[in-house]
């Protein structure tokens, strides 16, 4: 029993090999299919991630069902994010070539369509995004964008672009002034 259950059937090297390969892919295919996926998810971007994962499974494990083979595969993955994280955050062109840059959405009160195209978002879906940051409508809305991690900014004209986008009305995250005392 305990056999079957650590023993690999694939090489460690397979295993790490197949699990970096699929995490290149899966980095590469959102990167191509767009921030909307990470950020703002409907029901059939939630589908789809499911059977991706599940699509790739196969791929990673191969034939080996053993818990070590999945600890090495999970292992992996947690070693070449953490790896990419840091790169990201100490070569800001790496972060760039993987992550993207920030789309403007919203600019001077008007809605940029193409960008919106791109980036797979309806008026009717930035609405709703608008609303649920405290805007009753877009025309209070002067600049939205689309950060690279898929989250929505959106700023009223001559707000400074320095709050958090998640808090209706924002968390100042900006340089904090110290206290005279």
Do not use: C
């Not at 790490?16 to 703002?40: H, M, N, P, T």
């Not at 971007?45 to 494990?61: C, K, M, R, T």
């Amino acid at each position: 029993m305990w056999h079957a259950i650590f023993h690999l059937d694939l090489s460690v090297s397979e295993k790490i090999l197949r699990s970096i390969l699929i995490y290149a892919f899966l980095v590469i295919a959102l990167r191509v299919v767009g921030k909307r996926e990470l950020g703002q998810a409907n029901t059939l971007d939630l589908i789809v991630l499911l059977l991706v994962a599940n699509a790739v499974q196969n791929g990673i494990i191969g034939n080996d069902l053993s818990v070590t083979g999945a600890l090495v595969g999970a292992t992996t993955l947690f070693v070449v994010n953490e790896a990419l994280n840091r790169t990201t955050y100490a070569l800001p062109w790496a972060s760039r070539f993987i992550e993207g840059q920030p789309t403007t959405l919203i600019d001077k009160g008007k809605p940029m369509h193409k960008a919106l195209f791109r980036a797979g978002i309806s008026l009717p879906d930035l609405r709703a995004i608008a609303r649920r940051q405290g805007y009753a409508d877009l025309g209070e809305v002067h600049t939205a964008i689309l950060e690279t991690n898929g989250v929505i900014s959106m700023f009223k004209k001559d707000e400074p672009q320095i709050y958090h986008p998640m808090e209706p009305g924002g968390l100042r995250i900006g340089k904090r002034r110290r206290s005279r005392g």
